[in-house]
Structure formats: structure tokens, C-alpha cells
């Protein structure tokens, strides 16, 4: 009997340190961070902001769930809330959302702040609109610090009507004010950023063809500044991820600083069970030593920007040269590793 219950609990110990892709059966513009032993995780449910808490985001299927902010019924951010971040700034928690109306055209970012050590307790409480230089339309907000200075970096409109969505950049004064110019610091260029033309819902809008989005800052081991974001429509299986950098010590609100790759860094191309991959988040292991990517993605062609859509997280590395290496999206028949602990 000894005998049988020690296999069935190696067997066990064993599968928990290995898991395969999605962690989720759905879940679009996963992000996640690490602080005091836990993960807290979020992603788009479009209703409200809900926070998994777990120690090991390879399990998030049975990680505790908490809502802790519903919208109101109407009103500017009472709609359409996408791409949710959770970050510690300054000692509070925050988390950036983009919100609406009902009307696609009056997107833009909003900030709830909380003083609780931990996320899933305390109180929310709404700071207000993150209004953006030139207050355009705005989605997909990333905040970090980079040489003692905050920044945000967003997916918007040059102008009052959509047509395109470039990357924007500008500096900040504290954690809910954007102050001073917006930069763009990278536009559709390439035909891999030129798939997709749809309508998005809504009366007032006009067909969408060139995307840039989902923009995530990322620091190289060497001190390179590299921004990765998502290109092409989300609608389409050419969804991927681009990549932006600048040199450690450059001037980030100078255009010119910005470099891009020319090629896609993250494409699902003819991968199994993987498909349109992107909208991405980074972070490391419980020890420190190894870098992961999160990001969704489709299991089958052609489900586009729908509810099909899961969170799947892989490990990457960087070149001596700072250059970051992701490889290709991995299939769900792959199991790999959990995330090394302490």
C-alpha cells in the first residue's frame, strides 16, 4: 500500500512541474506580475477587471479569482474594457484599462489606484481618465520607468478618425498624469504590419487597416530599451509581434531614437493548435533566472479577435547583444518546465 501511495504522489509532484499550453480556455491581452511570492494576473473579459492570484502561473486554471472592479452602467468607461495591466508604483498598486461609451471612437485609457499590499484586498478607487497629449483615441496603455523618469507608451490615432493605430510615447509626472508632447515611435510600415481591413463595431466608424498595438516595454540584461508590440489585425492569422529598440542611454522622446526590426520577432506560421499569436507581457521566474513570455493566441485558424482566445506563456532568452530571441509559438503538445523557483 506504501508503495502505491508514494507513486501516485511522485506521479502527482512530477505533473506539477510541467504544464502545457493554454493556461486558460480563454483569455485576450494576458498580463501578469510578480510581487511578495505571488503571481497576479488579468486579462480582457470585457465586463469588469478581475485578478488571479497564484504562486505558479502555470496553474492559473485553479488560481483564486477575485472581481474587484465592475463599470458602471453608463458613462465614458462603461464599456468595452480591454487589456487590463496591473503595476506596484510609488507603493500602491495601480491598473490601466481602456474604456468606452459604447462608441469605439471615444476609447481611452483610465487608472484605478489601491494602497492594499496585496491587489485582490483594499479598496479601488477610480483616479480618472489617463488623459494622453492631444487626448486622442487611445487603447492598450503600458507604464514603466526607465532612468528614474516614467513613461507611458500606448496604441492610438494620430487624429480624430480611425484609420490607423501607431505607438505613442510620453513622458509622466506621476502615476495616473501623462505630461508634456506624445512621440509616435513606430507606425504600420512593413507588409507584415499590413494585414486586415475590417470595421470595427460601432456606427461612427470607419474601416481599420493598418495596426500597431499591445505595445510592452522590455529591458536587455545589457540595458537595451526594446518596446515588442502587435501588428496586423487581431482579426486576421497574420497577427504577430514586432519589436522597437533604442540604446540604453538615447534620449526616448527623440523619434529618431527608436529603431524597427524589419521582420516580425513572434509569428504563429504553420504552428499546431497555435494561431494569430500576440498581445504580449513579459515576466520572470520566482528566482530571477529565466525570462517568460505570455501572450495569446487562437487554437484554430480563422477564430479572429472572438472568445477563443487563451493565454499560453513560454520561456525566451537574449543574445550577448541584448537582442531578444523568442523563437516561434510553441504548440499545445509541447510540455515544458514550470517557471524555476527558489
Not at 476609447?107 to 489601491?114: M, P
Amino acid at each position: 500500500m506504501k508503495k502505491i501511495i508514494f507513486f501516485f504522489l511522485f506521479h502527482a509532484f512530477a505533473q506539477a512541474q510541467t504544464f502545457k499550453n493554454p493556461l486558460l480556455p480563454a483569455g485576450a491581452d494576458p498580463w501578469s506580475i510578480y510581487k511578495d511570492g505571488f503571481y497576479y494576473y488579468m486579462h480582457t473579459t470585457g465586463k469588469d477587471l478581475t485578478i488571479w492570484k497564484t504562486k505558479d502561473l502555470s496553474q492559473l486554471a485553479t488560481a483564486q479569482k477575485t472581481v474587484i472592479w465592475t463599470p458602471p452602467a453608463t458613462g465614458p468607461y462603461s464599456k468595452e474594457i480591454w487589456a487590463p495591466e496591473l503595476h506596484f508604483l510609488q507603493n500602491k498598486w495601480y491598473i490601466y484599462f481602456a474604456a468606452d461609451d459604447g462608441r469605439n471612437r471615444n476609447h481611452r485609457l483610465y487608472v484605478l489606484e489601491n494602497s492594499s499590499p496585496d491587489p485582490t484586498q483594499g479598496t479601488w478607487a477610480m483616479k480618472g481618465q489617463l488623459k494622453t497629449p492631444q487626448d486622442k483615441w487611445a487603447i492598450d496603455g503600458s507604464v514603466f520607468e526607465h532612468n528614474g523618469q516614467m513613461y507611458l507608451t500606448w496604441s492610438g490615432w494620430e487624429g480624430d478618425e480611425n484609420g490607423r493605430q501607431d505607438i505613442f510615447l510620453c513622458k509622466m509626472s506621476n502615476p495616473w498624469t501623462c505630461v508634456g508632447k506624445r512621440i509616435r515611435i513606430s507606425d504600420p510600415q512593413f507588409e507584415w504590419e499590413h494585414h486586415g481591413l475590417l470595421t470595427r463595431p460601432g456606427p461612427d466608424d470607419k474601416p481599420m487597416v493598418l495596426v500597431n498595438e499591445g505595445p510592452q516595454f522590455l529591458k536587455s540584461p545589457n540595458g537595451r530599451i526594446n518596446i515588442i508590440f502587435s501588428a496586423s489585425g487581431c482579426w486576421t492569422d497574420y497577427y504577430a509581434l514586432g519589436m522597437i529598440h533604442a540604446a540604453p542611454t538615447a534620449d526616448l522622446m527623440n523619434p529618431q531614437t527608436w529603431k524597427k526590426h524589419p521582420t516580425p520577432v513572434f509569428w504563429a506560421n504553420n504552428v499546431q493548435g497555435t494561431h494569430a499569436a500576440g498581445h504580449n507581457s513579459f515576466f520572470k521566474s520566482p528566482d530571477g533566472s529565466q525570462n517568460w513570455i505570455l501572450y495569446h493566441a487562437n487554437s484554430e485558424a480563422g477564430q479572429g479577435c472572438g472568445k477563443q482566445r487563451a493565454p499560453r506563456m513560454q520561456p525566451f532568452t537574449f543574445t550577448a547583444d541584448g537582442v531578444p530571441v523568442f523563437g516561434s509559438p510553441l504548440s499545445p503538445e509541447v510540455e515544458m518546465s514550470i517557471p524555476k523557483v527558489n
